[in-house]
C-alpha cells in the first residue's frame, strides 16, 4: 500500500466508452469535501511532473530546509508559496508503478498544472489510477456543459488540477468528449 497523498471526494466517472470502460474520463464532481461515511466516495492523487522528464511524482510528505514535516494535502500549497525559495527542500513520494523516490524541489516542474488520477479506494495501486481529463461540476443553471475557469473557492490540490472544467446539468449521465478537442488549453 502506498502512502501517496490522496484528496477524497465524492463523484462519479464518466467514460468516453462506457461499455468497456477507457478513452478519456471526466469525474463529475458531487462534493469537494464530502463525509467519510459519503455516498460515491472516490480518492484524487495529483502528480507534481519532474523537470526535463515530464514524469509524474506522486507526493508522500516533505522535509524543509529546517527538518520540519509537511504531511497530506498541506505539501501542495507549500510548494506554491515555497518552491522557489526553498529549492533544497526534500520530496518523497512515488512514480506511477508505486516505487519510492525522492527528490529536491528544484527537480519540479513548479508552475505545471498536476496531473489527477482516480482511485475508488485509498488502497489501489497507483499504477491502476483512471486519468481524469475533465471535471465537471452539476449546476441547475445549465442546459448544456459550459466550459468555465477553474472554481477560485476550490484549494489545492484540486485547483490546480491538469483538467478543463465545465459546468453540466445535475441530471447529466453522459458527456460529450468531443468538447474537449475544441478547447486548446486549461
Given amino acids: 500500500m502506498t502512502r501517496a497523498v490522496a484528496k477524497r471526494v465524492s463523484g462519479r466517472l464518466l467514460w468516453e466508452n462506457e461499455a468497456k470502460r477507457n478513452g478519456r474520463t471526466a469525474l463529475l464532481l458531487t462534493n469537494p469535501k464530502p463525509d467519510r461515511d459519503a455516498a460515491n466516495l472516490l480518492y484524487l492523487r495529483f502528480a507534481f511532473v519532474l523537470m526535463g522528464t515530464e514524469a509524474p511524482l506522486f507526493p508522500s510528505f516533505l522535509i524543509d530546509d529546517w527538518g520540519g514535516e509537511v504531511r497530506g494535502t498541506a505539501v501542495y500549497q507549500w510548494i506554491k508559496e515555497n518552491g522557489n525559495q526553498f529549492p533544497r527542500a526534500e520530496i518523497f513520494g512515488f512514480d506511477q508503478q508505486g ?88
Avoid at 144 to 167: D, F, G, H, M, N
Avoid at 169 to 180: A, I, K, N, R, Y
Wanted: include cysteine.
Fill in 99 to 186: 516505487t519510492e523516490a525522492q527528490y529536491f524541489v528544484r527537480e519540479l516542474e513548479l508552475y505545471a498544472k498536476l496531473p489527477c488520477l482516480a482511485y475508488p479506494n485509498r488502497q489501489m495501486p497507483l499504477a491502476e489510477g483512471t486519468p481524469i481529463h475533465a471535471i465537471l461540476l452539476p449546476d441547475g443553471s445549465v442546459a448544456e456543459p459550459v466550459k468555465i475557469k477553474r472554481p477560485s473557492e476550490l484549494k489545492r490540490p484540486l485547483s490546480a488540477a491538469r483538467v478543463p472544467w465545465w459546468q453540466v446539468p445535475p441530471t447529466m449521465s453522459q458527456f460529450d468528449f468531443g468538447l474537449l478537442e475544441e478547447i486548446a488549453t486549461y
